[in-house]
T-cell receptor
């Protein structure tokens, strides 16, 4: 069964810093990998999706990379802002489990002014 | 298009009581998921439907949880009897078909006291 791990569990940085969130998965036979943002008491917002054949995706200040061979993905946030404070979830989608998402526990990010 | 609708938004019940959650997916979406998200953890798949058939319910505690999707549209998730550890946010998501990015509802926050 796919296991998704996110490191660190929590992170606090001053505004303006660049930061990296890490995600690892045990089964490299993934269909795609997705990064989500979750604000307290809110639902999930999809940030970036990387297909298994891709190496990275970019959206504004966000860049996600995927290395299937090592079972790793990273989410890079440039020039962090207080509005980036949220929990970031990584999830793999596997073709052998009905294409449902397997989520990590998330990284709680706090960006201080 | 309208999003995934869930109700109620919040529910507080005593242990051993029963509770039901309702999900109305986006029109035309054949695939429907129920996830359980316990505080501090990532969402965990409980059950996946394709139209009105079950694709995966391997993580559904069948002694107390049940779900149905009559006519392949709306879905209900029921817990009977509830335990303290069932306190969580229950998220419903739907997609046009398996493997396609899903849309999440805002969730139902259940507190069992």
């Amino acid at each position: 069964k796919q296991e998704v791990t996110q490191i660190p569990a929590a992170l606090s940085v001053p505004e303006g810093e660049n930061l990296v969130l890490n995600c690892s998965f045990t089964d490299s036979a993934i269909y795609n990998l997705q990064w989500f943002r979750q604000d307290p008491g809110k639902g999930l917002t999809s940030l970036l999706l990387i297909q298994s054949s891709q190496r990275e995706q970019t959206s504004g200040r966000l860049n996600a990379s995927l290395d299937k061979s090592s079972g790793r993905s990273t989410l890079y946030i440039a020039a962090s802002q207080p509005g980036d404070s949220a929990t970031y979830l990584c999830a793999s989608r596997d073709s052998n489990s009905g294409y449902a998402l397997n989520f990590g526990k998330g990284t709680s990010l706090l960006v201080t002014p | 298009e309208a999003g995934v609708a869930q109700s109620p938004r919040y529910k507080i019940i005593e242990k051993r009581q029963s509770v039901a959650f309702w999900c109305n997916p986006i029109s035309g979406h054949a695939t429907l998921y129920w996830y359980q998200q316990i505080l501090g953890q990532g969402p965990k798949l409980l059950i996946q439907f394709q139209n009105n058939g079950v694709v995966d319910d391997s993580q559904l505690p069948k002694d107390r949880f049940s779900a149905e999707r009559l006519k392949g549209v709306d879905s209900t998730l029921k817990i009977q009897p509830a335990k303290l550890e069932d306190s969580a946010v229950y998220l419903c998501a739907s997609s046009y078909q398996q493997g396609v990015v899903e849309t999440f509802g805002s969730g139902t926050r259940l507190t069992v006291v």
